[in-house]
């Protein structure tokens, strides 16, 4: 595939790298110094281009994801922190292709998943208060974390009573580590995600460009994985 990424920050560069090693070809790595406002997005630019992968910035990624799909590009975009509402709303215009995900790693969603069947066997346990904590590098602009927003979100549907009030730490170097606790008075249960690496959600990406051509809508990562969102 002839893929151009956007963004050529530490993820769109470990994008770049992974994406070779599989034999795709990079037609473009595109960074923000052209392509203020979504300008370096043209037909011309894009001419041959299979499949976008944006990871910028919230302030970036509306209008790079539009001028994406008006240009008839399947895109699958991680950055965090933005109203995709718009967006998806032209997609269904344009009958177009976008996956959105917060977090590409494969172990983030059979963590949320396990989450949420935890959240849903504590229910009711008065016992035990919950709260969710994460941390990632110092650079990272949103807080909370779009997983850790993701993650109370589905624990709120299966225990509505609770809060679930996050925690957010930005420091150092950490990829990202999310974690969901119950504490009690005598006892504490505990279920954390920790990345290791970005390499981990560059496959996650380069899994999903390589899944979304051909397809038509608004996806997630877990559809592309579970095949629903359920």
Known sequence: MRLTIIGNGKMGKAIATLAEERGHTVHALIGKEENNGGKALTPRQLEGVNVALEFTSPEAAAANVRRLIEAGIPTVCG??????????????ARRGSFLYAANFSLGVQLFLRAARELGRQVAG????????????????????????????????EVDPDRDFPITSVRAGS??????????????????????RSRDGFAAGALAAAEWLPGRSGVFSLEDMLFGSTG
């Open 79 to 92: 950055t965090t922190g933005w109203d995709t509402s718009d967006v998806t709303e032209l997609v269904s």
């Open 125 to 156: 346990q008065e016992a035990f208060s919950a709260s969710i904590s994460e941390e990632h590098h110092a650079a990272k602009r949103d807080a909370p974390s779009g997983t850790a927003l993701l993650l109370q979100k589905r624990l709120r």
């Open 174 to 195: 950490t990829p990202g580590t999310h974690a969901i606790s119950y504490d009690g008075r005598y006892e504490r249960i505990a279920l954390t995600h920790v990345a």
